[in-house]
């Protein structure tokens, strides 16, 4: 726990690469955590201030509300906290989360932007699925809602491309 801790302390300082991988296969491949940060409820895009670690409402409305998405959306806590650079992820659920909630979670697929502000797709580590052509149609058809049009260079995509991208790929500011 102590090295892991120092990992992610360099991590947070350096932002490297390397660390990145080093520190995903090592410590956190199968013990990711989830940070929820918007829910359904919540129809203004809400702003995370890290020093006090509160939510708060801004003027702006939520993407996820106005599109219809009901499921947590929030970011992969071992990869950075907003406003520094992270991963932005949304979690595939039935269950109930609040603005917060740390949920332990498996990295199974992406929508992969032109712009490099992937957002990765996670359900429970609990949940027995491990890739995104496992999911649903519905929640395929949930998924779709945010992102309608897709452009040149982006998609969803499996496991084995948001595992390149989250390690390899620049985090989302």
């Known amino acids: ?25 090592l410590f956190w491949r199968k013990r990711l955590h989830m940070v929820v ?3 359904y409820d919540c129809p203004m895009r809400m702003i995370y201030n890290p020093k006090d670690k509160t ?7 939520s993407l996820m509300h106005e599109r219809g998405f ?5 970011w992969i806590r071992e990869f950075g906290d907003p406003p ?7 979690l595939m659920t039935d269950q109930e989360y ?22 990765f797709i996670v359900v429970e580590s609990s949940r027995e699925i491990n890739d995104y052509s496992e ?3 519905s ?14 260079g982006e998609g969803w995509f499996g496991s084995k491309e948001a595992e390149k991208c989250m390690i390899y790929g620049p985090k989302a500011l």
């Open 1 to 25: 726990m102590a090295l892991a801790t120092i990992l992610e302390t360099v991590l947070d300082a350096v932002g490297s690469v390397w660390i990145d991988k080093v520190a995903y296969k």
């Open 37 to 39: 940060e918007q829910t």
């Open 55 to 61: 939510f708060t409402a801004s003027d702006q409305a």
């Open 70 to 74: 009901t499921k947590p959306y929030g």
């Open 84 to 90: 520094k650079p992270h991963r932005d992820c949304m």
């Open 98 to 119: 609040f603005l917060g909630d740390v949920v332990k979670v498996k990295v199974i697929g992406m929508f992969k932007r032109k712009d490099h502000d992937h957002k």
């Open 135 to 137: 999911l649903t149609d």
């Open 139 to 152: 929640e395929k058809e949930e998924l779709s809602r945010l992102y309608p049009r897709i452009g040149e």
